[in-house]
């Protein structure tokens, strides 16, 4: 840095035509070096991503069949499926999103309609921006220490309530986003025609940030539903169907993690299959979350 | 104030039912808003209650001591402690420079169209699940360090005096250096859209200023715009250390679970996260082991808490 500082005071002042070329031209370079530098860090970025997406396709089509979405998991061998992992997956995120998302939606109100500058709404945000990012395995611990261990067993329940306690940070963070965003002249009309605040926020505010709303919601979504750390001590895994929520329950992650640890052919096979399913499954609940979004920016 | 009355008596049905479902919706709102804040404390004490077994059969010793052994009944969190510390700082010592490239390119240097399409991308990478990472980078990382990385390094480096030691060893592909390279993977894009967006919060009349005199885009970047953000994209960088610290699914594929300091970046070694991803399922409920478990939970989450809390003073204005 102290060299494009010294490039720069130097370069005006240089009255000698071949020392001020000299230097405007290592200052090009440099630029040139540092351009070419970021473009191999963008590139390099995007390799990374292609040969996840790459690995994932190249593995994964080959396990995926029609047995893998019709038959549960079966001992090696005997041609199982992920059907009980998929559709245990699909209830704890679910069940974990409506346990989450009103509560997160509240906190998101509250820090944006009713906090906005008062030392407990500081906190709240603090609190919930570290929750944001705080180590998923964690939440599991937790939940295993309140619901599994106290009740006596692992079950989906404690999936999903561990499932919820990562959803409501980020409903928390883009309810608050949008709600900041919708102007105060569309409040002050409700306002003004008698509405109390909180059919204002209801029926105004809510309906304005919709979209941002829903996004964060989406977002959420795709988070848990590929999170594995928070299900291994809370619904553990199931090798049998069971849709019971007090039983442990299989879900997709916990699965590949097993099987993918394992030294069977055609285990290793179906975890590539259900990483192929999960992984994009989570990346289109991205895209459609960012085009929905697009259109209030 | 004393017209309030008189409104009450134009509109009575408003004026009795607004301040219920006012009050309701406030108290819902708020209640909402002190969940959060008992959430985090619950964590916490919960850690802490069912760590603390193990807290007092070994004491502050509990910290260094670097045995983990289920027969004799000792339990430290030494080693755990040690690979979380230096995979996470290994992992932002790669990935800062190219987060930080990938951001200057998104917001200085790639054509306005380009952008997009290329910051989605990088948003997608992620996205990807943990677990995702750890299968990519045991099926497709792992080999490729044990084949070449790892001998071409102890090849040229192994002789070195000092820093030889680092690279020497058996090259199985999985170990610490190989942990960090993943968890570099997973956190540059975390970093690089943080950056982003603090670069793009720069008053563009800045810049134009330091193009009108003729810098470079290079000066405008070190001189203009790296000043202006310096605390945010630290904040940034926290954001990234506080992530890596505490992912677990990748590095337990990769990192060789072994409880063991070595002295080399190739060996085995273990993180916080991994060992407990690991041991845990293989613990009995009530046993010292557990509690060691979750006492080393505690640590973790004491290290992360104070990561992230510097990440969020240093990024404080983000509304702005």
Known sequence: ?297 | MSDTAASSQLRPAAARGAPFGDRLFSGLALGAGVFVLVLLGAIIVSLFIDGLPAFRAFGPHFLVETDWDPVQNVFGAGVPVFGTLVTSVLALLVAVPLAFGIAFYLTEIAPVWFRGPVGTAVELLAGVPSIIYGMWGFFVIVPVMGDYVQPFLTDSLGDVPVIGTLFQGAPFGTGILTAALVLAVMIIPFIAATMRDVFNTVPPVFKESAYGVGCTTWEVMSNIVIPYTRTSVMGGIMLGLGRALGETMAVTFVIGNTNRITTSLFGPGNTIASIIALEFPESQAGSLKLSSLLALGFILFVISFIVLAISRLLLRPRSA
């Open chain 1, 1 to 297: 840095m102290s060299a494009t500082n010294a490039g720069i005071h130097a370069s005006g002042p240089a009255r000698d035509g071949a020392v001020a070329g000299s230097m405007s031209r290592r200052r090009k370079r440099l630029d040139r070096l540092v351009t070419a530098l970021c473009v191999a860090a963008t590139v390099l970025g995007l390799a990374l991503l292609a040969s996840i997406l790459f690995t994932l396709i190249w593995r994964g089509v080959g396990g995926l069949n029609l047995n893998v979405f019709t038959s549960v998991t079966l001992p090696p061998g005997s041609n199982g499926g992920l059907l009980n992992a998929i559709v245990g997956s699909l209830v704890q995120t679910l069940v974990g999103t409506l346990i989450g998302t009103p509560i997160g939606l509240m906190v998101g109100t509250y820090l944006a309609e009713y906090a906005r500058n008062s030392a407990l709404g500081n906190a709240v945000r603090f609190v919930s921006d570290v929750l944001l990012s705080a180590p998923s395995i964690l939440v599991g611990l937790f939940v295993y220490t309140i619901l599994v261990d106290p009740f006596g067993g692992f079950s989906g329940i404690a999936g999903c309530v561990a499932l919820a306690v990562i959803v409501v940070p980020i409903v928390v963070r883009t309810t608050e986003d949008m709600l900041q965003l919708i102007p105060i002249e569309l409040r002050e009309a409700a306002v003004a025609l008698g509405a109390p605040k909180w059919r204002v926020i209801v029926l105004i505010c809510y309906r304005a940030a919709l979209f941002g709303i829903a996004t964060g919601v989406l977002l959420a979504v795709a988070r848990v539903a590929g999170e594995t750390a928070p299900l291994l001590f809370t619904s553990l895994g199931n090798l049998n169907w069971s849709l019971s929520l007090t039983q442990p329950m299989a879900s997709l992650p916990v699965t590949i993690y097993q099987y993918a640890g394992s030294a069977y052919d055609d285990w290793v096979d179906l975890a590539w299959a259900g990483a192929l399913l999960i992984t994009f499954g989570v990346l289109t609940l991205n895209i459609v979350a960012r085009v929905v979004l697009r259109p209030r920016r």
